[in-house]
């Protein structure tokens, strides 16, 4: 793992560690050129020497050691030594270097070839590599991508003088032997050279810092990586239309200089140059160049010592480090060994290798990013509930219009959405979508969307990860692609049959039975499909996700709406609509201070996932809202049941991806379609399969766990209740599971599989182990026969000694080892009270072998009977789907119910259906996110007999308007899902749409003011809005100039009066109060308030107490300067607007009376006396003007 890259990269033959600083002390010119005839020698001398000290106070501040004249070639070819990993200390108080894991392990499992002392030679001549050779092949690690160095250790001499001043600096002490017969002036030479660099490695250790002067790595300095050489591996530069970053041209010459691994690296990172290569080499994962930059920064890894950016992590921690890496925006290529060194050999036997394939084959097995998670054996199921979706958004622009195609998946569960719809000029739909189901990865064609959807995908999906398919060539995608592949691969019918899932084949044309045409109205969709099973089989994951994928058909909700607005009483939808602009004005879905975080009191992640989409579409079949509500009462007076379930459900595992997972684990196609993970070859697996047994027996423990439901609510009536929790005899829909998990509970011994991490049948259960079992034990009873001949020969008690690999030596007594003959091979002795030999033989060797291969056979169909016991549980994937389905609604009507037991005031709220004129009857209403012991509840009544549908609420600025209007939104949002609501009283007709403009923001990324985000929002309103609607409208208006935003809202006013839908407006423009005071069509309210003061020459003294009550009438002020007092504002600055605001008051009222005097002449005699005390009021109002 601390092997070292091809020094090649570097770029001449002179290259050295002392070139990659900016630092470099002098070195010998001659030792460090390589020639012909001294190559070999001068590999043996460029090992380091130095002395290991153990002093704090002295640390040399290099970053990494230097390399200094060896002691002698016999030195270097001195005992063989294991690498092991040099960790550099993060402290100044700790100088010396830690040495962990070691690396023994490799040259066994997992290694690249070595190639011949020729060509090792050759290819450091050419790339101009300065490698530490040792005579010994053993010495040599063989599984490093990396040029091999000597094992001799380096040790970097510290001060360990603690008498001495800390000014004084230590040198560096080297011994150089200088070769015989070499003449004075080449020893004159060589000593001045040696003084050049102690004095340059002294003023390395006393001046350099590697905290003012950076290391500057290799890779850093290569040509074809600076900004301005840089190409994809097409050749094209960043500039150029097609340009590909994924990819990156490394240049031939470069590749053809490097040995084996190194080269077998470069070549998987320019076809992944956006990836984070995870390298495996024996049982770590090594990360190296750039790569190791990000290790460093991202994961706290510490550079290893070498001559290149390099660290790394072993095997067992993949799934800690690329989760880290993945949350934070990366993607990771897992790139996994698919041979052994044997297999190797034989593979360079077959062909005529090259030196470039004598290396161990390595593959990608899986690039994971946020958005193509899929837990497979190496990663853990998170703790995070929230699908990960992958977006592919396919856009058809029609000038003021679009037509899209989407396709959005969680790789996780295997669920694909797909749908096409048109969309208006805003996109309302398309950000509906976004907001029901926020992707965490878009994939597009590039330069293929509309300039509005560019601006989506700039603002609403600004945080997210992008990737850009194909646009054209052979890998463009298309409709017809896209069914083509899915009939050969996956829905290939045999005669008559049919197996295509309904949703695809109702995207097919009817007029072609073998499902290869597409439908019109769904090309696009089928288009998007393609594009993301284009990204998941680039991403190795295909054979993994599309065998579990389960289509469901996108429609938007408000598909409904396409007829203009209509008076009709009749309600067409099943859920109610709610918008992006809706979801984040009234703070419906999100972490903080939401509604779903207020009701969120569940136990299981898909019941969590279960209520965020309840939220998202509240139903409108009031016989299904009544279900839940009856439900939910049930719970509540069942309140030991509802304990005792919610005890049962909380240790319950994400059960919707753990199915997803165990599909995996069962999956065949994985090794029928050549996936390399197939090859894989893992050093951990055993541990791996313990992990997934225990996980799989901890599902099965929590299936049999929810066996216990029927029974605990046998006594329940409600019928949703019944249906979710009572088997089918029972009158019930939740499933009889006993069958399969009693098949489950004996196929395999639980407690041995969770010890052993293998599934062991029972004897005569599987043929194949049967088999396996008996030739196994056919050669331990040739083993024990052989055992007795041996002891007959020694003449005394003999054992078998060893394990694994060198198991079955033959351990003899040292009294009776004299009579070992030629063909006892000495493998080994111990000394002591017990002193032995041992022994093996040609039988030996060869029971060995035998055994091995009866154990790989044994160990093969164990393998393949875990796959098919994971196969069968996931035949049933129906039933266990519905038990899932049973259980989220129990959950969430649990935590429904929960809640409810925890508010003060809570009622069941009355639905109807069918009325001619919808309505609202609201008393003592509470905000459901707000302590209801702090918040003053409120009631309204809109649509009744008494009151118009049209509420014109006035009150003071920070009166409650706003929060009235959220109150009453979310209200109705909970009554439309079936809860129970924090409220006196409550009656209302079904909501088939709620409409928000609340608030005020502009939208800069998009080029859109204040004003005009107010106008696109309330333009929403006017085009889709139906009778059964419910509008919030905020101070509409306020943008834009008074008399235009005046204008606008009293225009928007009227067409709300006579659509008749339930609406609260609010607004300070009290020339509306006077537009509709006598309107039958709007009633007036108002947020009442106590003033104090009122009308004093100084408006400093003026008190305002919110009374945070909604009343009948208009308000006649909104008491801004209140506003400005509470702001702290000057007082000077108040009293000065206040007697430019009467001036301004003055001159209004005015031009009134003047319009009142003449309209009064033209008027009848008996109204004019009301007229008459009109214009005393204004008069008045007029005189109160005067400051």
Request: net charge neutral; hydrophobic share 35%.
């Amino acid at each position: 793992m601390s092997k070292k890259l091809n020094t090649s990269v570097g770029g001449t033959p002179t290259n050295t560690l002392f070139n990659y600083f900016t630092k470099s002390p002098a070195v010998d010119k001659k030792k460090l050129t390589p020639s012909g005839k001294t190559e070999k020698e001068n590999l043996h001398n460029q090992q380091a020497k130095v002395e290991d000290s153990k002093a704090k106070d002295s640390k040399p501040a290099a970053k990494r050691k230097l390399p200094i004249a060896g002691d002698s070639d016999d030195e270097a070819v001195s005992g063989q030594r294991k690498r092991k990993r040099i960790l550099q200390p993060e402290t100044e108080s700790e100088p010396e270097m830690d040495e962990t894991k070691s690396e023994e392990d490799f040259s066994d499992c997992a290694s690249d070839y070595e190639p011949d002392a020729n060509e090792a030679s050759d290819d450091s001549v050419s790339s101009g590599e300065e490698e530490v050779a040792s005579p010994s092949e053993n010495d040599m690690s063989v599984d490093s991508p990396t040029p091999k160095k000597s094992r001799k250790k380096s040790k970097i001499l510290y001060n360990n003088n603690n008498n001495e001043p800390s000014s004084k600096k230590v040198k560096l002490e080297t011994t150089v032997q200088l070769a015989e017969g070499s003449t004075f002036q080449e020893k004159l030479k060589h000593l001045q050279s040696n003084a050049k660099k102690d004095a340059s490695y002294d003023d390395i250790v006393t001046t350099t810092s590697t905290l003012d002067e950076p290391v500057v790595w290799p890779h850093q300095k290569l040509e074809f990586l600076q900004p301005d050489k840089i190409k994809d591996k097409a050749g094209r530069r960043p500039e150029h239309e097609d340009y590909d970053k994924s990819t990156l041209h490394v240049p031939e010459k470069f590749l053809n200089g490097l040995s084996p691994g190194v080269r077998q690296w470069w070549v998987l990172k320019s076809d992944n140059y956006d990836c984070v290569l995870f390298f495996k080499v024996g049982k770590f994962y090594e990360l190296y160049h750039m790569d190791a930059d990000v290790g460093v920064k991202e994961l706290g890894f510490t550079y290893m010592r070498g001559e290149f950016a390099h660290s790394g992590f072993p095997e067992i921690s993949f799934d800690k480090m690329s989760t880290i890496l993945i949350d934070r925006g990366f993607k990771v290529a897992r790139v996994e060994q698919t041979e052994t060194p044997d297999m190797m050999t034989e593979r360079c036997k077959r062909i005529k290798a090259t030196k470039f394939d004598k290396v161990v084959a390595r593959e990608i097995c899986q690039i994971t990013n946020r958005g193509t998670q899929v837990f497979g054996s190496q990663c853990k199921i998170g703790p995070n509930h929230q699908p990960n979706y992958m977006l592919a958004l396919v856009e058809q622009d029609e000038g003021t219009w679009s037509r899209f195609g989407v396709c959005f998946i969680d790789t996780s569960i295997g669920d694909f959405h797909l749908g096409e719809f048109e969309d208006d000029k805003n996109c309302s739909r398309l950000l509906t979508l976004l907001s029901h189901h926020m992707p965490v990865l878009l994939l597009n064609e590039k330069s293929a969307l509309s300039q509005r959807s560019q601006q989506i995908v700039r603002t609403v999906l600004g945080g997210i990860l992008k990737e850009q398919v194909p646009s054209n060539g052979t890998q463009a995608c298309s409709a017809e692609k896209t069914l083509k592949l899915l009939a050969e691969r996956y829905y290939a019918g045999n005669g008559g049959d049919d197996n295509w899932p309904l949703v695809l084949r109702t995207m097919q044309s009817d007029v072609d039975h073998l499902g290869l045409t597409p439908s019109d109205d769904y090309k696009l969709a089928l288009k998007a499909l393609g594009e993301c099973i284009f990204f998941i089989h680039k991403c190795k994951l295909e054979p993994k996700v599309l065998p579990m994928a389960r289509y469901q058909l996108y429609v938007p909700p408000d598909q409904l709406a396409d007829a203009k607005p209509t008076a009709t009483s009749t309600l067409r939808r099943s859920h109610m609509v709610l918008d992006a602009t809706t979801l984040s004005n009234l703070r419906i879905i999100g972490e903080d201070h939401t509604l779903l975080s207020s009701l969120d009191h569940c136990c299981t992640k898909f019941g969590k996932r279960l209520l965020h989409h309840w939220l998202c579409a509240p139903s409108c079949d009031v016989a299904v809202i009544q279900e839940r509500q009856d439900a939910i009462g049930e719970l509540i007076r069942m309140s030991a049941e509802l304990q005792e379930v919610r005890a049962l459900l909380a240790p319950l595992p994400d059960f919707e991806r753990n199915l997803a997972q165990i599909h995996l684990f069962g999956n065949k196609q994985i090794k029928q379609m050549d996936h390399p993970d197939s090859r894989a070859i893992l050093f951990e697996e055993k541990i791996y399969n313990k992990q997934k047994l225990l996980g799989f027996m901890a599902v099965l423990k929590g299936f049999n766990s929810l066996t216990k439901l029927p029974m605990m609510f046998h006594q329940c009536e409600t019928a949703l209740l019944k249906r979710i929790t009572q088997l089918p005899e029972s009158g019930g829909s939740f499933p009889d599971l006993s069958k399969e998990l009693k098949y489950f509970a004996t196929a395999f011994d639980h407690d041995a599989a969770a010890k052993t991490g293998v599934i062991a049948p029972q004897a005569g259960m599987d043929a194949e182990y049967d088999a396996a079992m008996e030739s196994i034990d056919e050669i331990e009873g040739r083993l024990k026969k052989y055992l007795v001949e041996q002891e007959r020969h020694f003449g005394c008690r003999i054992t078998y000694f060893g394990s694994d690999k060198k198991r079955y030596q033959l351990d003899v007594p040292e009294s009776h080892a004299g009579k070992a003959n030629k063909s006892y091979s000495l493998e080994g002795q111990t000394k002591g009270k017990k002193p032995s030999r041992r022994y093996t033989t040609a039988e030996t060797r060869a029971l060995l072998k035998d055994m091995q291969q009866a154990e790989d056979t044994r160990n093969m169909v164990l393998k393949d009977l875990a796959r098919r016991l994971f196969e069968k549980f996931s035949s049933h994937y129906d039933q266990w789907k519905q038990c899932i389905d049973c259980v989220a609604n129990l959950d969430v009507l649990g935590s429904l119910a929960e809640y409810a037991g925890h508010q003060m005031v809570i009622c069941v709220p009355e639905l109807v259906s069918g009325v001619d004129q919808p309505f609202i009857q609201l008393e003592e209403g509470y905000h459901p996110c707000v302590n209801a012991s702090t918040y003053i509840p409120n009631g309204l009544e809109l649509g009744t007999a008494s009151e118009a549908p049209l509420s014109l609420l006035t009150g003071p600025n920070m009166g409650g308007k706003s929060t009235l209007m959220r109150e009453l939104g979310l209200l109705v949002i909970m009554a439309q899902i079936g809860a129970h609501i924090p409220a006196a009283s409550c009656r209302l007709s079904l909501v088939d749409r709620i409409f928000t403009r609340l608030g005020a923001q502009d939208d800069i990324l998009a080029g859109h003011s204040t004003f005009l985000v107010e106008l696109n929002e309330t333009s929403l309103i006017l085009k889709h809005a139906t009778c059964h609607s419910l509008v919030l409208l905020d101070e509409l208006g306020r943008g834009t100039a008074t008399y235009d935003g005046t204008a606008i809202a009293a225009s928007v006013v009227n067409f709300l009066a006579n659509l008749k839908c339930r609406t609260l407006f609010s607004t300070h423009y009290h020339n509306l109060i006077d537009f509709f005071h006598n309107d039958k069509r709007i009633t007036l309210g108002h947020m009442a308030c106590m003033v104090e003061n009122e009308d004093t020459a100084d408006p400093t003294q003026e008190t305002v107490t919110f009374l945070y009550k909604y009343s009948a009438g208009a308000c006649p002020k909104s008491y801004g300067f209140n506003a400005a007092k509470l702001a702290g504002m000057p007082q000077g600055i108040i009293k000065r607007a206040y007697e430019l605001s009467k001036k301004v008051e003055a001159i209004a009222l005015q031009r009134k009376i003047t319009a009142k005097i003449v309209a009064a002449t033209a008027v009848k005699e008996d109204s004019k006396k009301e007229k008459l005390h009109n214009l005393k009021e204004l008069l008045k109002q007029l005189k109160m003007c005067h400051v």
